[in-house]
């Protein structure tokens, strides 16, 4: 049962949230995009945000087979050299720990990505990870029907 609904309690925060949304909604590719957030969500797991996220990916015209090797990047074959460094980066920016993100993760990802690119993505990686901190602490749920 969902705790509250922060856009009524603290809809200025919220306000806020959206406003870095829509930065990187205009700023980073829309499938890698879609790819980081469905990665982010599923490590941090956020029910709402995994819905939300693949049935955008899908509407956006990308394969139901990629989705699901997201859970499985590493393995799968199906991601291309930028899309396994922002897989990589997402990863390593979710699960930030004591020592930070490895610089190899950094390194390999700045080989694909030009430093605005690079520097949206973590934006954009953080971005999700505020918005599942926020599913997940209120239990917000996928709708029943879409």
């Known amino acids: 049962m969902q705790r509250m609904n922060p856009t009524e309690v603290v809809p200025q925060a919220y306000k806020a949230v959206m406003g870095l949304e829509k930065y990187v909604q205009t700023n980073v590719d829309r499938t890698v995009l879609e790819l980081v957030k469905l990665r982010a969500s599923m490590i941090n797991g956020c029910a709402y945000c995994v819905d939300l996220h693949s ?73 999700i990870n505020v918005w599942n901190r926020i599913g997940v602490t209120m239990q917000l749920e996928p709708p029943a029907q879409v």
């Open 55 to 127: 049935r955008d990916a899908l509407a956006g015209g990308e394969s139901s087979r990629r989705l699901f090797a997201v859970a499985t990047w590493r393995e799968a074959p199906f991601f291309d050299e930028r899309e396994r460094a922002a897989l990589a980066l997402t990863d390593a920016v979710t699960r930030l720990g004591e020592h930070g993100v490895p610089d190899e993760v950094w390194d390999d990802a700045a080989k694909v990505w030009s430093e605005k690119e690079l520097a949206d993505l973590v934006i954009a990686i953080a971005t």
